[in-house]
């Protein structure tokens, strides 16, 4: 999902009419000082990163004044949060709370239905107050057809136990929240507070929205505020990972790839296929070994050069004993020679089978054309149908018994 | 009998002229599926592979009196492809195309509905009912599959061709094989497939392979525990590993995400296996566990 950051989320609600809190994006000291200047205190200084749960990781400080919210910022930016680095923080203007609500607007899949949550004990995370409360946890289904009407949300207010005034204000709120999560193609859009003030305004002092990827093609005006794909990285990437996402965005749209290195793995994975994918890895867990990366290779005219990267970036892992490679069987044309193009990529690249020993196992249509070619690899096994993929999985992570038993293993 | 696709289904290939979509055709005729003719607007007249091509679904309805059909539309005409057929009083939609935005789907899903139309996908591998029709990618090279009293579901048609292919090795035939779609909302969900096998005759037991993300096992194994599915079934899920990663991460297809704790493996085994579904360790078990359910 397409992740919109706090300060951008902000702006986005301000122009749909919802209240927010003053507040300026600064990266540096200087900037925080200067922002903190136009601003009243006290300040909340928030790290500007694409998560949620970020006051329970203390990426959320109250600051008494602008000196303060230099302290804080300069101790935020430039560290590390699960391995995405903190560019610059948001100053915001404290609020004088009187009550906290809590509103997540997503879908349900299995209704396959927008779905509104609601709580009147907001400020905490939703999941601690599920486990505890789930009485207060309120949920209204919306007929996407149909829409989300302000009698319905003055009806979900009251079930909620919002008085009169409070379901006067608060209802118009979710009404125009669902408005712009349509509106956007949001996946997710959740505000954590919302606030009813002392002087009786709503404000959404916490924010998170997240955008459906396959729909930003709607919505030009926010490229330049997404972080796209980051959901599929964890942590600090090194080389290898650099290398295999560059060309993974080299050409964006025309096949896709996948590299996620594990420290210290034995078995690495030039693997095809979502379905494929898990199971190896499952697998070679199961057989009492360490997968050294998980890898996925989607079609698409720009495959081929992604794959190359990903052979690559597997075949310098030094701590990889043993390779595995392949997909479920699959009957769209281009198995078979995807198969055979992964073994002339293999020994173009040089791969010394008597060192790391490799597993082939491309089946489906055309796959005598994968046979043929991974014939032709010294040292190399090869499967067809004849051998399940989960059957080529164990083989591999034999192989890498094997070696330790002998001591064989290690490094290249 | 068969689910959803037999030997008298009528189809018609909403976008015949994209590759993918002319490859699974000239398969899908092979194999003897009644692929009655192709839509692509402004191209009416012609013909693709002696089929004949129109202008409008309504057309191709009328022209042919087919029922189903496969849309190969790219993501950002899915939509009006799959109302296109609902609107023209077809009963059942494969939808091949991947990356369907979601309110896009939400909305199509519900006015289909309406008009008593199933979608199967979106990112959907196709369907087989082996030794009567194909739609699809799936079964392409069809020596994977035989016919047989066992269902198959499946997000992935990679796993569903590795399963025809397990059984069929193992003297077991398939009623019919649903890639139900790799995307976290699809148009018929595991639960609603085991109501149609439910009520199919040929089909003696089923073959669920699970994957992590959503609710859809749970779902499935509330309708098994209530008694509204009598037949036996054997589930392998997959993805164990991602338990051991951070959560809100993806493998795999779009759909295979644990999220604010929802979507773990080992739930849904154990919510399976309370339900009284044979879960099983390794895919390799799972003949073996068909035969004993069989017998």
């Known amino acids: 999902m397409a992740k919109i950051l706090e300060h951008h989320t902000k702006e986005l609600l301000k122009r749909h009419g919802i209240n927010v809190p003053p507040g300026r994006a600064a990266n540096s000291a200087k900037e925080v000082y200067d922002a903190a200047s136009e601003l009243t205190p006290p300040f909340m200084v928030k790290a500007l990163l694409p998560k949620g749960k970020k006051g329970k990781a203390g990426l959320v400080l109250e600051a008494k004044n602008a000196d303060q919210a230099v302290t804080i910022a300069e101790r935020l930016i430039g560290s590390k949060v699960e391995g995405l680095v903190i560019k610059g923080v948001y100053v915001e203007e404290k609020i004088d709370i009187k009550k906290e609500l809590f509103v997540s607007i997503t879908y349900d899949n299995l209704a396959r239905s927008p779905v509104i949550l609601f709580s009147p004990e907001g400020g905490v995370e939703i999941e601690e107050l599920a486990a505890t409360r789930p009485q207060l946890i309120f949920r209204h289904p919306v007929d996407i057809l149909e829409g989300f009407h302000p009698f319905q949300a003055r009806a979900f207010c009251f079930k909620a ?5 409070q379901t006067t204000k608060v209802s118009e709120v979710l009404v125009s929240l669902y408005r712009l999560f349509i509106q956007l193609d949001a996946r997710l859009l959740e505000i954590n507070p919302l606030c009813l003030t002392k002087g009786g305004d709503v404000i959404a002092a916490g924010a ?24 599929r990285i964890m942590g600090d990437l090194n080389e290898r990972e650099q290398l295999v996402l560059e060309a993974d965005l080299a050409a964006p749209g025309s096949g896709s790839v996948r590299y996620t290195e ?5 078995v690495g994975f030039i693997i095809a296929g979502g379905g494929a994918s898990l199971l190896a890895m499952d697998t070679v867990v199961r057989s009492g070994c360490k997968p050294a990366n998980y890898s996925d290779l989607g079609p698409g005219k720009g495959a081929y050069e992604k794959l190359k990267a990903l052979i690559k970036a597997v075949l310098s892992n030094p701590s990889v004993e043993a390779i595995i490679t392949g997909a479920a069987i699959a009957t769209a044309d281009d198995i078979g020679r995807t198969g055979r193009i992964v073994a002339e990529m293999i020994q173009e690249q040089g791969l010394d089978t008597s060192k ?4 082939a196992r491309w089946a489906g249509y ?6 043929e070619a991974w014939e032709n690899v010294p040292g190399a096994i090869y499967y067809g149908a004849e051998v399940s993929f989960e059957q080529a999985t164990e083989k591999v992570a034999e192989l890498v018994k094997k070696k330790m ?5 290690p490094h290249r | 009998m068969s689910i959803l696709i037999d ?23 092979k194999y003897g599926t009644k692929i ?11 013909q693709v592979m002696g089929l004949p091509l129109y202008n409008t679904m309504a057309d191709a309805v009328d022209a042919t009196g087919a029922n189903t059909s496969v849309v190969y539309v790219p993501a950002r005409g899915a939509m009006d492809a799959i109302l296109e057929a609902a609107h023209a009083g077809i009963k059942l939609v494969q939808v091949i195309t991947e990356k369907v935005p979601y309110r896009d789907f939400s909305q199509a899903y519900h006015i289909a509905n309406r008009l008593g139309t199933r979608i199967i996908g979106p990112n959907s591998n196709g369907i087989i009912s082996p030794g009567k029709a194909k739609i699809g990618i799936l079964g392409n090279d069809w020596r994977f599959f035989t016919p047989g009293p066992v269902g198959i579901i499946s997000r992935s048609g990679g796993m569903n061709h590795e399963l025809g292919n397990l059984l069929t090795q193992a003297g077991i035939g398939q009623s019919t094989c649903v890639s139900i779609g790799g995307d976290p909302m699809v148009g018929t969900t595991i639960r609603e497939v085991l109501e149609l096998f439910e009520q199919d005759e040929q089909t003696k037991a089923v073959v669920l392979y699970c994957e992590p993300g959503g609710r859809m096992e749970e779902d499935a194994a509330d309708l098994i525990s209530s008694g509204r599915f009598t037949k036996p079934v054997v589930a392998f899920v997959a993805g164990m590993f991602m338990e051991q990663m951070p959560e809100g991460v993806p493998f795999g297809h779009a759909g295979a995400i644990i999220e604010g704790g929802v979507g773990r493996p080992t739930v849904k085994k154990e919510i399976l296996a309370n339900s009284g579904v044979h879960v099983v360790e390794r895919v390799s078990d799972i003949p073996n566990k068909i035969k004993e359910s069989l017998t």
């Open chain 1, 356 to 359: 790391v020993p490799i597993v």
């Open chain 1, 208 to 231: 998170l929205l997240n955008i459906d990827d396959e729909a930003l093609f709607r919505h030009p005006e926010l490229e330049s505020v997404t972080s796209y794909g980051l959901e």
């Open chain 1, 366 to 371: 055309n796959d005598s054309l994968a046979k």
């Open chain 2, 7 to 29: 030997e008298n289904t009528k189809v018609i290939v909403q976008g015949l002229t994209g590759y993918q979509a002319q490859f699974d055709t000239k398969h899908c005729l």
């Open chain 1, 405 to 409: 038993e002998k001591n064989e293993h």
């Open chain 1, 161 to 165: 136990g919002l008085n009169k005034e």
């Open chain 2, 36 to 46: 009655v003719g192709g839509v692509v607007p402004g191209r009416a007249g012609e």
């Open chain 1, 262 to 266: 594990f420290e210290g793995g034995q």
